[in-house]
């Protein structure tokens, strides 16, 4: 099972940063945060990931609170193309990745 | 780099054929993925190899389901004896260690199968 828990569904409106939350209690410390998005009928893409520290990229941020039980993806200018679903997943360094449901971000024009 | 490549793209097949699909990883990336994903769910894990090497399946990969990787490079999944239930999204990813910071697996576009 996945060990992520995510809203099943977001709206955000064009040009605003999108906030995706996602908890991960169990998560343990050898344990990182990744974040994948899928458009709709296209493979994954990954985002971000991170271990302990907040990470940036071209593409977005990622927040780790610091007991590590939960985080946040910030897509800080959202346009329409960033429409997809948003899976948040805890794995070990070199461990096979465990999709949940994701959360489906739609961004309202 | 050219990314993750699958073949075919999509595959229409009636049930009780068999069907072969190809994955050509990122180049130098030593380990592959196979994932299936049906309508309205996350992807699951169905195999992975390093290098040439098998190392995990899946029980959701039944015996009529084989992968191999021969020479550690590309990637084949054969599905034999097709059945309904077997249409999905069948994807492939790639990833090479990259020691503390953590392995990132990379995906290709997948290939749609439908069975009829």
């Known amino acids: 099972d996945a060990k992520t828990t995510q809203p099943p569904s977001m709206d955000c409106a064009e040009g605003r940063a999108a906030n995706l939350p996602c908890n991960h209690s169990t998560i343990s410390g050898n344990e990182y945060v990744y974040w994948y998005r899928q458009i709709h009928s296209q493979g994954p893409q990954y985002i971000i990931h991170g271990l302990k520290n907040n990470e940036t990229n071209e593409m977005a941020s990622l927040i780790i609170t610091e007991d590590r039980k939960s985080s946040t993806l910030i897509l800080p200018h959202a346009t329409l193309r960033d429409t997809a679903v948003y899976y948040c997943i805890v794995r070990s360094r070199d461990d096979k990745i465990i999709f949940g449901k994701g959360t489906r971000l739609h961004i309202l024009p | 780099d050219t990314g993750v490549s699958q073949n075919p793209r999509h595959k229409i097949t009636k049930r009780g054929q068999n069907v072969t699909f190809r994955c050509d990883p990122i180049s130098e990336h030593n380990r592959l993925y196979w994932y299936r994903q049906t309508l309205g769910q996350g992807p699951e894990f169905l195999t992975y190899?390093?290098?040439?090497?098998?190392?995990?399946k899946s029980r959701l990969l039944s015996d009529r389901f084989s992968a191999e990787r021969p020479k550690g490079s590309f990637s084949t999944l054969e599905i034999q004896r097709t059945e309904q239930g077997d249409s999905a999204m069948y994807l492939c990813?790639?990833?090479?260690?990259?020691?503390?910071?953590?392995?990132?697996?990379?995906f290709g576009p997948g290939t749609r199968l439908l069975v009829l």
């Open positions: 190899f390093q290098n040439e090497a098998q190392l995990e």
């Open positions: 990813a790639s990833s090479y260690p990259t020691g503390g910071a953590g392995e990132t697996q990379y």
